[in-house]
């Protein structure tokens, strides 16, 4: 406002904000579909969804007339080398043993961050879902046995004890919002301690004659992480390399070497490295210099201030956390639908469910899964409680314990890499893979249909967001 002529009327002065310039088409189209994307990507149930989907793919192509494609595609060799070191391997050794390891990876620090303050931090919060996980890995591999009590399908004991975590977890969403918090929190904790017991069993049970030199290799790795994080170096990549060869060490000595990602995911630090300066105070004054800053002159300042602003973000968060949120896109949306893709095209063809080792290793992982999980949670939480080791967190009941059961029969994922590990026919192979699809799928099923009961015993609403 300003005064104008003898008398000193007011007169306004009306600024206009600079229009904002009008963005492309095709940039509006892009931005658009990727917000889409973003949304549809942070849905718990989606990773299940891309999971189920690569699974079909993967059995039709099998099941279909380009099925020798299907195999010579996963058969196909890789060389890796440098000079005179060569290293072939194929695709499906790089998916299964490669890729995965950054699977076992998230595992491990999702692991890490609920012994720091999670549901494993606490032992009274943890010890009845501790106990129930117990009671659902010995129950199925009791039933599994009880159809193949001899050699070679006893080996598969294994198979139905493990939990999908992305795909229980992606089932129970589907019920909606009516389902308790405290009932998830259960099942994902079920589930970890499931994966925690799965490891175990990779380690001690599917692992061949260890060479122990191979340990000198992956302790030299471990040594090198402990150096870096004393150093104080917190660039995730800087990590790939002692992780590389904690894996060549694991891959000597005969243990399988994606437990080389269990053991990087454990150590990773759950708080962020101490600072003289906090992370966000540094954000405050760097955004204020850049916004006072004259771009055409200081260019160089500028680029510093980038890069102060670059790494007080990376320090806002715990390594654990932030490596952790970083890969779980990957590891949901490419390397477990990449690991269901090479691993789930079992050939129908190539089963005679008639054969009796191949029919009873089918009917016992199927039959484990969909009664034994349920049956083992249900009576491990009941002996927890009626003997005081344990109790009843609030919001949860026995018809809830039923539904955590249900799902926990789940075991797509784990349950087809423990079949590669246990078995050298493919004919058991096979017959293993289809025992885990279908015990698996009608698992899902009941537990959707038993989870709409539970709603309707509890006025719950079902299948609302």
Do not use: C
């Amino acid at each position: 406002m300003r005064w104008s002529g003898r008398h000193a009327t007011p007169v306004t002065l009306v600024t206009h904000s600079p229009i904002p310039p009008r963005i492309p088409l095709g940039h509006a189209i892009s931005q658009r579909t990727l917000g889409s994307l973003e949304r549809f990507l942070k849905i718990e149930a989606a990773s299940g969804i891309v999971l189920v989907i690569a699974a079909v793919i993967a059995l039709s192509w099998a099941n279909s007339w380009l099925a020798d494609s299907y195999h010579v595609l996963w058969a196909t060799p890789v060389t890796l080398g440098i000079g005179e070191f060569v290293v072939t391997r194929t695709l499906q050794f790089i998916v299964n043993d490669g890729l995965m390891t950054v699977f076992f990876l998230v595992v491990g620090m999702e692991i890490r961050r609920e012994m720091h303050n999670g549901a494993l931090s606490d032992l009274n919060q943890a010890s009845l879902p501790i106990i129930a996980a117990l009671g659902g890995v010995a129950i199925p591999a009791v039933i599994y046995l009880a159809f193949n009590s001899g050699p070679p399908g006893a080996n598969g004991w294994a198979i139905p004890t493990a939990t999908d975590i992305a795909f229980a977890v992606g089932v129970l969403s589907l019920l909606g919002r009516g389902i308790p918090s405290n009932i998830r929190i259960f099942l994902l904790t079920l589930a970890i301690i499931d994966d925690i017991v799965a490891v175990l069993i990779i380690a001690f049970f599917y692992s061949g004659g260890l060479e122990w030199s191979g340990f000198l290799v992956a302790g030299f790795g471990i040594l090198l992480i402990f150096a870096f994080q004393w150093l104080g170096i917190g660039i995730a990549h800087a990590y790939v390399l002692p992780g590389a060869i904690i894996w060549l060490g694991l891959l000597v000595t005969g243990a399988h070497p994606t437990l080389a990602g269990v053991v990087l995911g454990l150590m990773t630090p759950v708080v962020s490295r101490p600072a003289r300066t906090r992370p966000v105070d540094v954000l405050v004054a760097t955004s204020n210099d850049l916004a006072n800053a004259d771009g055409a002159q200081d260019i160089e300042g500028q680029a510093a201030s980038l890069r102060k602003l670059r790494d007080a973000q990376r320090e806002l968060l715990p390594p654990v956390v932030r490596v952790q949120t970083a890969l779980h896109p990957w590891v949901a949306f490419v390397i477990m639908p990449l690991f269901a893709l090479a691993n789930a095209g079992v050939s129908l063809g190539g089963v005679d469910l008639t054969v009796s080792q191949q029919q009873t290793t089918a009917a016992g992982v199927a039959v484990a899964l969909v009664l034994g999980k349920p049956v083992g949670v249900l009576l491990a939480s009941w002996l927890a409680v009626s003997l005081g080791l344990s109790r009843m967190p609030p919001g949860v009941t026995w018809s809830a314990l039923l539904l955590v059961g249900l799902l926990a029969g789940i075991g797509f994922t784990m349950s087809i890499f423990i079949t590669m590990l246990a078995f050298d026919s493919e004919a058991l192979q096979a017959a293993a893979k289809i025992g885990v699809l279908a015990g698996s799928l009608i698992a899902a099923v009941v537990g959707l249909l038993w989870g709409a009961v539970y709603l309707r015993m509890t006025d719950r609403p079902f299948l609302r967001t």
